[in-house]
């Protein structure tokens, strides 16, 4: 639709002829002032019909009549409705399906004059609700496409963290994942990646031999030594929904991508593990256990064995218990797990990324973490608040979008008023209430049949 064509037709069915010269007189003079305050008379405007115009996108009804909001209430996208005295409980129920936007009394309107002035006022503000959504749609040139590929993103993943108070940080980021491929090359832990994946292909058809081909699996260590010994950890610290995780993955990702193993897919290169949600079990989800070693165990390899030549991301690791940190800490020494119930230990070398939002030299005071495992986070990375990132706000909204599990393919854009409105916004809840909004506006802008995130779509 061009800009000269776009306006509101306003319909209107009366049964009290009285009633509907008044509002028919209100209408008349609100043109005039409609396209004045509007200040784009050429685009913002209206007209009045005593029937349903025949081509027409927005149209508001004004009646007294319910059977009209029976007979039409598809063509309309707004509904101002009149009723004798008040509201009787039967017409509220009648009416709940429509899109009503206001109800008024016919003794009141036609009596008083702030009534008058009440419904101008309605049928004004519904005037230009329409009509923002015509403008801001014409604004998708101005929009972002955040249609990136998922080479892009790889390449780009740095770039979500530029902005002046994120500098030191940035550098820091890439430095660390400088030296991360510089390590995993020397390492040759692709090699170890390819052999255990092998392995885990076939453990649940291994019997009684699974055990075994992890012990031959383990003969890699010698040749791993050779090369180099250490394995550095790298620990992320932030307030929560600052956007650990997401920092966590885009480092893997950028080894990953790096090494370009074939037929290895990102899913077998790097492992989630949130602790806070694992309680007692972390120890076996991490380790692994033998069958009968508790209650209803089978053979499991835990996280460490299963993601060998990979890394693994521990998600809360300020909420780790004191005898799990003294384990973890063995195996960042030696790259050996020993499974509950298993005499053996295991050669299983990860590149471990941890996250918290505690304090931890906080928590070392108070004797709830380690101080030596502190310090054996060699690389480490603080993350400001999102409110304190405003500049890198639309490389973070461009991210989110293309990899929303919300966005279906349909929705591609983003209006400036809605990115202006998500960087006036106060985000207490850092960068996952911004993953909630715009998920939230992704389905919106799907319902609506809409490729653009309007700014009405937003939560805030």
């Known amino acids: 639709m061009s800009s000269r064509n776009s306006k509101v037709d306003i319909v209107i069915f009366f049964r009290d002829t009285n009633l509907k010269d008044v509002v028919s007189e209100i209408l008349k003079n609100l043109k005039e002032k409609v396209a004045k305050d509007l200040g784009k008379p050429e685009l913002e405007r209206f007209e009045v019909h005593e029937k349903l115009p025949e081509k027409s996108q927005k149209i508001i009804l004004i009646t007294d009549d319910p059977r009209v909001c029976e007979h039409y209430k598809k063509d309309f996208e707004r509904i101002l409705f009149f009723v004798e005295k008040s509201i009787p409980s039967s017409l509220i129920d009648h009416l709940i399906d429509y899109p009503v936007s206001g109800i008024f009394s016919k003794k009141n309107f036609m009596t008083e004059y702030e009534e008058k002035g009440k419904f101008e006022a309605r049928v004004k503000e519904i005037i230009r609700d329409l009509l923002e959504d015509e403008i801001e749609e014409k604004e998708i040139r101005k929009s972002i496409d955040w249609k990136y590929s998922a080479e892009d993103r790889g390449k780009k993943f740095v770039s979500l963290f530029l902005d002046p108070a994120m500098e030191k940080t940035v550098e820091n980021i890439r430095y660390i994942i400088r030296q991360l491929r510089i390590i995993y090359e020397k390492l040759k832990l692709v090699e170890i990646l390819k052999e255990r994946k092998k392995i885990m292909n076939q453990w649940e058809k291994s019997g009684d031999q699974k055990w075994k081909s992890l012990i031959e699996f383990s003969n890699f260590e010698k040749y791993f030594e050779q090369n180099y010994r250490i394995v550095p950890s790298v620990l992320i610290e932030g307030p929560t929904g600052s956007g650990k995780t997401l920092l966590a993955e885009l480092i893997a990702r950028s080894i990953y991508e790096n090494i370009k193993i074939d037929k290895v897919e990102f899913s077998d290169f790097y492992s989630k593990i949130s602790i806070l949600n694992l309680g007692n079990l972390v ?43 003294a384990k973890l800490l063995l195996y960042l020494d030696n790259l050996k797990v020993r499974p509950l119930g298993r005499t053996e230990q295991f050669f299983a070398p990860t590149i471990i990324i941890a996250a918290t939002n505690k304090d931890l030299e906080h928590e070392i005071t108070k004797g709830t973490f380690r101080t030596d495992l502190y310090r054996r986070f060699l690389f480490r990375i603080k993350l400001p608040s999102l409110n304190e990132r405003k500049e890198d706000f639309r490389l973070l909204i461009s991210f989110v979008l293309s990899t929303s599990p919300y966005n279906t393919g349909n929705v591609r854009y983003i209006s400036m008023r809605a990115i202006k409105k998500l960087e006036k916004h106060n985000f207490t809840g850092n960068f996952r209430e911004l993953e909630e909004i715009l998920s939230n506006a992704l389905i919106k802008a799907s319902i609506a049949d809409r490729d653009i995130i309007l700014e009405k779509d937003l939560d805030i």
């Open 283 to 325: 120890e076996t989800e991490l380790f692994g256990s033998a069958e009968g070693s508790f209650t209803d165990s089978k053979d499991y390899p835990g996280e460490f064995l299963s993601y060998s030549g990979g890394v693994v991301f521990l998600d809360e690791i300020g909420e780790l218990p004191p005898e799990t940190q």
